[in-house]
């Protein structure tokens, strides 16, 4: 019986001691490729370029436009996640608030909520060797109306844009990147059943330093029925650990709109 006991308990160390070995020997699958790209602080991407599962942000930000015969006073709040490799979401609420110009007696738009954001982008490509990366992407958002408009009209949803998007970035060396986003935005009125169709073509360059930080210019254009805009977007980020950073921009228009005029905004990134 001891002899038996004996064999028994060899037996069950030599398989613990091979499971074991077997258990350290398993390599975990390796990560898929990213490449860091830097990203544009105005119109930002719907998730990194490349993103792993699992992967998270939230941004809040707030700025300050000159519009000429008032101001108004912008904010978001979004969240963005990688719910599969190369595969992000995003939900966005923007709201707006305006302010008469001391100047100016005229009429101005009214306080809202702009609306409520969804968002997805697929990273298709993602070379080590050209050091680039692109994605497909696609934007609805859900216009809301006016606090006064829904109260006198009961009309929660004034209208809805569709953004069909194309991102491509190149990293030139390891301290200067580009990145170009555009698409065409299609907008429908729900009141009249209208259409306005526009295009956006936002270039970006920007010198990445060692830890995160960097300057650049963001450089967003408009082509749509009316005159075309050009605003540049000097820009500078900060970024104080892994998970927070800090950005702040200008905006400098280089065509002369008599609504537009400078302005300025702060974004706050966090990864949770």
């Given at each position: 019986m001891k002899n038996i006991i004996t064999i028994l308990l060899l037996t069950l160390s030599v398989f613990s001691a091979n499971a074991q070995q077997l258990k350290d020997s398993v390599v975990?699958?390796?990560?898929p490729l990213k490449?860091?790209?830097?990203e544009p602080l105005f119109i930002?991407?719907?998730r990194d370029l490349g993103a792993r599962k699992g992967e998270k942000e939230i941004n809040v930000g707030f700025g300050v436009n000159d519009e000429k015969q008032y101001l108004s006073y912008t904010g978001f709040v979004e969240y963005e996640f990688a719910v599969a490799n190369r595969l992000g979401l995003e939900i966005e609420v923007p709201f707006e608030i305006y302010q008469h110009n001391h100047q100016q007696t005229l009429s101005m738009p009214d306080n809202r909520i702009e609306g409520v954001k969804l968002a997805t982008q697929y990273t298709f490509m993602v070379?080590?060797?050209?050091?680039t990366s692109m994605a497909v992407g696609y934007i609805q958002e859900f216009e809301l109306s006016s606090f006064s408009d829904i109260d006198h009209n009961g009309r929660l949803f004034e209208g809805t844009l569709y953004n069909p998007i194309f991102i491509a970035a190149k990293r030139w060396t390891p301290n200067i990147h580009t990145?170009?986003?555009?698409?065409p935005v299609f907008e429908q009125f729900f009141a009249t059943n209208t259409w306005e169709t526009s295009a956006q073509v936002n270039a970006n360059l920007h010198y990445v330093f060692t830890g995160g930080n960097f300057v650049g210019l963001e450089t967003n254009m408009e082509f749509s029925h009316e005159k075309p805009s050009f605003v540049f977007r000097p820009q500078f980020k900060l970024q104080f650990s892994k998970k927070v950073s800090l950005g702040f921009l200008a905006g400098i228009p280089a065509t002369n709109h008599s609504h537009q005029g400078l302005s300025g905004m702060t974004r706050l990134i966090w990864v949770p």
């Open positions: 975990p699958p390796a990560k490449l860091s790209h830097a930002d991407l719907i070379s080590e060797k050209y050091q990145l170009l986003y555009t698409g």
